[in-house]
């Protein structure tokens, strides 16, 4: 079983950017993919970005294509998300999990875009 803490958000004004981390821990040996999720208030939880083993193959939701990169190290365990241009709608707790999401999900971290 995979562990996954995330890391980096806050409170930004809008165009803002902000970078996220999550620590993998544990059964790591195995060739995940990785993605990061966001559930906002009142809403489901929403896959925004997705990136294979080998780190070669990114997939984003329209809503934050030009905007997030998804990258990781697999040397770190780390999965990252690069997030500018931030708008009110990103407002949201972001989770990092496995793709298919197999992994008990952490915290979260929230991630609240000020207009």
């Known amino acids: 079983q995979v562990q996954l803490v995330e890391s980096g958000g806050g409170l930004v004004q809008a165009g803002g950017s902000l970078r996220l981390s999550c620590a993998g821990s544990?059964?790591?040996?195995?060739?995940?993919?990785m993605a990061w999720f966001r559930q906002a208030p009142g809403k489901g939880r929403e896959c925004v970005a997705r990136?294979?083993?080998?780190?070669?193959?990114?997939v984003y939701v329209d809503s934050v294509k030009g905007r997030f990169t998804i990258s990781r190290d697999s040397a770190k365990n780390t999965l990252y998300l690069q997030m500018n241009s931030l708008r009110p709608e990103d407002t949201a707790i972001y989770y990092c999990?496995?793709?298919?999401?197999?992994?008990?999900w952490g915290p979260g971290d929230q991630v609240t875009v000020a207009s």
């Open positions: 544990g059964r790591t040996d195995r060739t995940y993919g």
């Open positions: 990136i294979n083993y080998s780190g070669d193959g990114t």
């Open positions: 999990n496995t793709y298919p999401a197999e992994a008990r």
